[in-house]
C-alpha cells in the first residue's frame, strides 16, 4: 500500500505536536482497549524531541489538513552514563553490549536507536509504517549498520509489525519495573 501521507524531516515547530501525539498514545494515558491498538513505552521531553530534530533524527507524516499526524526517531545511541536515560532505554543500551548480530556485539558495529514511533489513528491503515521504513533506511543507511529497538512484550501489535514489516528480529527479552520487554535489531 502506498501512502498518502507526506513524509519529511522534523522541524523545531512540530515539537509540540510530536509530544502532544506521543503524550496522547502514552501506555499510562490509554485504556486496557485502547492499547490494544498499540502504545508509547516512554515519554520524551519537549528537549529530547528538539535535540532530535536538530541532529536530523526525526521523521514526520503530515496528514491531508497538513498536521503532525505521526513520527519516527532514528538516533545515535546516547551515551551510557548519561543520568537523564530513561531505565528502558539504559537497559537497550547495556543489552547492545552482549548481544550478537551478524556474529559480532552490536555495541561493537555501527548502531542506531529506532524509536519512537507514533502513527495516530488518521494515518493508520495507509501504509505510514512502511513509508516511514523506506525514508529512515535511506536516510541513514550511510551512517548506521544495524537499528535496535524495544517493544513491550504486552504490545503485541507493535511486535507484529517491527517484525514483519521492518523485518527485527527479537534477539532478546528483558525486564524493567516488572514489565518486559523484546530487544528487537535489524540490518539497515
Known sequence: MVT????????????????????????????????????ISVRHSPDWFARAVDCGGVHVAMTADDHVGGFIAVLAPPLPTDPDLPPIVRAVIELAETVQMNGRPIAAQRYALRGPVCIGAELRGQGVYSAFNAVTRKAYRDQFDIGVLFVAADNPRSLHTATDKLGAQSLAIFEVDSRRFHFLAFDF
Do not use: K, M
Open 4 to 39: 498518502q501521507a507526506r513524509i519529511r524531516p522534523a522541524t523545531r515547530l512540530d515539537v509540540p505536536a510530536l509530544v502532544a501525539l506521543e503524550e496522547h498514545y502514552f501506555i499510562g494515558n490509554l485504556s486496557a482497549s485502547e492499547r490494544a491498538g498499540g502504545f
